[in-house]
């Protein structure tokens, strides 16, 4: 098969960030997807459905003019936040889900929540009113090992939250472990996970093959070899609680290569086409229209999109960079390697 057509995929996780970053990568997203959850944790983090709204303006005002793409909108929880204006914000069509960012865990996650018990008020009203809780999943204790914090994440908030709000709408983002995929295929039909491209390409030996290599570096951490192979079958499983979330995450290539590199690699560039590539890999290009364009909406209870995108066996070469403005570029994701999928204009 050299081509092959799919239903217009979306993206479950992206970062647009704001300004001229935002200007610079948002056209990258809209060209091969036709929805996007987008993450909320600017600076300031996006905490309230009035702030999501004025967010979604400024970024529908920099896609592309002859491109249909909707931003879905979060709201970043925090240990005060307004289980009102979540559930007004739902009702109104501003916010789609809500982001929880243990406090410490992750880029931009200064004001995320430092007391799951104060959310509960928060996530009882969103189980009433069906409305999405999206999961960075790794505890910020630092006496656990930096490779266990997903696992652990668990057994200590996961689990105890999912008994007490059995029918709350969970997706746990980003995976990156085996125990990951069995907590998530092991739950009800209201758990899912979101499964990005890199991890599904690059295991931790990758972040130091030849010397330390910063535009490998995200968080959660790639793990171990076992780890990605249980994503990729995961991923191209057929399962329906696994779906595409690239958690393209850009930074300027300036805060990346430095003595305290930010977390977060930038894919949204090449997404679907390294998607396409892992799923030939395995054997599983007839599973990639489920992953891509039907798990995800069918879970967030949204028709999946009309149109169609093509995809066509042909080799080129991921571009080095991209300009935003200035002096300032992000570096994408395998930069100048060739990929064996591309999508067709
Ligand atoms: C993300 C970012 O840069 O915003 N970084 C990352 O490494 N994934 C934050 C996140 O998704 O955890
Ligand atoms: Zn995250
Ligand atoms: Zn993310």
């Known amino acids: 098969m050299d081509r092959l057509t799919l239903r217009r995929p979306d993206d479950w996780h992206v970062h647009f960030r704001d300004g001229a970053m935002m200007a610079a990568v948002v056209p990258h997203t809209a060209r091969q997807m036709a929805r996007a959850i987008v993450m909320p944790n600017l600076v300031p983090p996006v905490t309230t459905a009035a702030l999501a709204d004025d967010y979604r303006d400024r970024i529908l005002a920099v896609v592309p003019d002859g491109i249909d793409f909707t931003p879905l909108m979060t709201a970043y929880l925090t240990d005060d936040t307004d289980p009102d204006d979540l559930a007004a914000g739902h009702a109104d069509g501003v916010l789609t889900a809500v982001k929880l960012y243990p406090a410490g865990a992750t880029t931009n996650s200064a004001n995320g929540v430092t007391d799951i018990e104060r959310t509960y008020p928060a996530l009882e009203r969103m189980a009433e009113i069906g409305m999405p809780l999206l999961i960075h999943g790794e505890v910020t204790d630092p006496e656990i090992d930096i490779y266990d914090r997903e696992a652990v994440f668990i057994d200590r908030i996961l689990t105890p939250m999912i008994e007490r709000l059995p029918t709350l709408k ?63 079958k995961a991923a191209t499983s057929g399962n329906a609680k696994f779906f595409l979330g690239t958690d393209t995450a850009p930074h300027a290539v300036h805060e990346k290569e430095s003595a305290c590199g930010c977390a977060g690699i930038f894919s949204a560039m090449t997404a679907i086409e390294i998607y396409a590539q892992v799923f030939d890999e395995e054997g599983a290009l007839d599973k990639l229209e489920g992953f891509a364009s039907l798990n995800g909406p069918r879970f967030y209870g949204m028709p999946a999109n009309d149109g169609t995108v093509t995809l066509e066996r042909r080799s080129w070469i991921v571009p080095e960079a991209i300009q935003v403005d200035g002096g300032t570029t992000i570096m994408p994701f395998q930069a100048g390697e060739a990929l064996g999928w591309r999508l067709a204009d």
Do not use: Q, S
């Not at 997706?171 to 092991?186: L, N, P, R, Y």
């Not at 899912?192 to 972040?207: F, M, P, S």
């Open 170 to 232: 969970i997706v746990f983002e980003h995976i990156t472990t085996a125990d990951a995929v069995a907590f998530v295929e092991g739950a009800g039909d209201n758990v899912a996970a979101t499964v990005t491209a890199h991890h599904l390409v690059i295991n931790r030996n990758d972040i130091f093959k030849g010397g330390i290599r910063p535009h490998m570096y995200c968080l959660p951490v790639a793990k171990r070899e076992a780890h990605r192979l249980a994503l990729r």
